[in-house]
């Protein structure tokens, strides 16, 4: 049910106000044309609505073909990633008030990773980075009988890089990895230095060996284009910069 | 273009293996990148100390001439300076512009041409210089002598 000022009746103390927004959507279907192409869609939303409320506006209402990823819808899935008036944003976790709703918001899929349909991306070589960087705990000897201790400080180490859920904002705002796709990206150096900097993994010297590739960290330019699109807030530029600084203490 | 197995078959499988290329797990990028910060720092003293030398000390900038530039080769502490600005700034640069060609060139034969272009004009310069700083004659025969520094006794 849509709530909708009308302008006989004055809206009811507490009623949120609602607009008009127009979503620029950048629309490909291979099976149509070879060529992406932008539409418009007008739709009504609330001043509570985010991107991806408009998105399931027009996909449930007006068209049934727009395509994109969502799951959890809250932030937490980390599938919704796209590209919102140019930069890389969650669609769920993005209100259309705070991206200027007068003027038409743009929605693309993001950079650097084949496109598959309208907003959906092939995200294999994304994942495929991740994997090279062994994203699980590595041990030497005997199982403990008990818990693997980590006294709160160590875990505080690594804290900031715990958060990521894998969107790939990150990755497809980095202006290296549009080039070729080669850069292993900064998601998976964040997910390395999960377990780099984890007390009770073992496997560092490993992580930082397959990161010392050419390209690995080394190709990382520091245009802070990762923490900003970030929507877990992670401080991703620094710990690459971590990276590095241990791969260099490693060599000297 | 209508619906047809014809534009269908031009789309890749979604699944389709992502290869990244097997490359050398050297250090050389690691060396690479310690050294453009080492040899930024190194640079900043020699390029404003030569700039210091050349345009504020004395009558500055109006003091550059022939018999000025002769005076400084003919010193080795700046045959060495110059020696290794040539070199430091050259190996800087090139390996900047390698970095550049890397992150913009989308083809290996763009960017292996570039690269060829990159080093040839990196050694002709590199050999060039050495050669001029090494090689200087400060009182060439037969010069009048005001235009030549002043411990040439032609």
Known sequence: MTATLEADAPAPAGEIPSFTVTLRVRRFNPEVSEEATWEDFTVEAHGTDRVLDALHKIKWDMDGSLTFRRSCAHGVCGSDAVRINGRNRLACKTLLKDVNPDKPITVEPIKGLPVVKDLVVDMEPFFASYREIMPFLVTTGNEPSKERYQSPEDRARFDDTTKCILCAACTSSCPVFWTDGQYFGPAAIVNAHRFIFDSRDEGGSQRLEILNDKEGVWRCRTTFNCTEACPRGIEVTKAIQEVKRAMITRAF | ?154
Not at chain 2, 85 to 112: F, P, S
């Open chain 2, 1 to 154: 273009m209508a619906h047809g197995t014809a534009a269908v078959a031009k789309i890749d499988s979604p699944r389709s293996p992502y290869v990244r290329r097997r490359t050398t797990r050297g250090n050389y990028e690691l060396y690479s990148w310690v050294f453009m910060r080492a040899s930024g720092v190194v640079l900043l003293v020699l390029i404003f100390g030569h700039l210091f030398v050349n345009l504020m000390v004395g009558d500055g900038v109006h003091a550059i001439d022939f018999g000025f530039v002769a005076g400084k080769w003919a010193n080795p502490m700046w045959q060495v300076w110059d020696l290794l600005m040539l070199w430091l700034a050259m190996i800087h640069g090139t390996n900047g512009v390698r970095t550049i060609i890397n992150d913009y060139a989308t083809r290996d034969m763009t960017r292996g041409i570039l690269k060829g272009l990159l080093y040839l004009a990196f050694t002709v310069v590199v050999v060039l210089g050495t050669l001029v700083i090494f090689t200087f004659d400060p009182c060439p025969a037969n010069s009048p002598a005001e235009l030549l520094p002043s411990f040439c006794t032609a």
